[in-house]
């Protein structure tokens, strides 16, 4: 299993990004997907699941209704997209492959991708 | 929605066993994953569904789950054990996957 996240970087507040995860070595479509976030120097926060299907997805109350989570099961890709971004947003960001629904435990996770929302 | 504790920090001496509890209103009644994150790394999954390791996860490390507290021991404690440790579970009454705060496990 290989978890490849990408697209993090500088962002300014009340703007946007889309965080990337490549999948590999798995049958991609068959598990859930879980974003899971930690601040510099803070403990894990779970940001957002998605089933194996893309049918049902789940959000942090802290980013509900600007962050949205998908998944391309043909490029075995699951992103998420950001916007109105803020301070508090600034995170390494993991994506993570759960063991099974999205009510599993993450048994594989990427090594993250950094970003910063900072004027 | 629903909160998990756990002790800032535990210490224990090599060769020792540490114990570290994760606290949360009927814990009992849901499954709990437990993950170790050392400096600079992802976390790993070390046990799920309150007491089962994945492979890979020596014995060392074991689950349990009861009322208001589930307890994460790993035994025989090395200095490779010493990281930061996440308790998790799904909370179907908000849909939520929340972790507690981490503990960090110091080998003296």
């Known amino acids: 299993v290989q978890l490849l996240a990408s697209g993090g970087g500088l962002v300014q507040p009340g703007g946007s990004l889309r965080l990337s995860c490549a999948a590999s070595g798995f049958t991609f479509s068959n598990f859930a997907m879980n974003w899971v976030r930690q601040a510099p120097g803070k403990g894990l926060e779970w940001v957002s699941v998605i089933s194996g299907s893309g049918g049902s997805t789940f959000y942090a109350d802290s980013v509900r209704g600007r962050f949205t989570i998908y998944r391309d099961n043909s490029k075995d890709t699951l992103y998420l997209q950001m916007s109105s971004l803020r301070a508090e947003d600034t995170a390494l960001y993991y994506c993570?492959?759960?063991?099974?629904?999205?009510?599993?435990?993450?048994?594989?996770w990427g090594q993250g991708t950094l970003v910063t929302v900072s004027s | 929605s629903y909160v998990l504790t756990q002790p800032p920090s535990v210490s224990v001496a090599p060769g020792q066993t540490a114990r570290i509890t994760c606290g949360g209103n009927n814990i009992g009644s849901k499954s709990v994953r437990w993950y170790q994150q050392k400096p600079g790394q992802a976390p790993v999954l070390v046990v799920y569904d309150d007491s089962d390791r994945p492979s890979g996860i020596p014995e060392r490390f074991s689950g349990s789950n009861s009322g208001n507290t589930a307890t994460l021991t790993i035994s025989r404690v090395e200095a490779g054990d010493e990281a930061d440790y996440y308790c998790?579970?799904?909370?179907?009454?908000?849909?939520?996957?929340?972790f507690g705060p981490g503990t960090r496990v110091t080998a003296l």
């Open positions: 998790q579970v799904w909370d179907t009454g908000s849909d939520h996957h929340v």
């Open positions: 993570a492959k759960l063991r099974a629904g999205y009510t599993y435990a993450s048994d594989h």
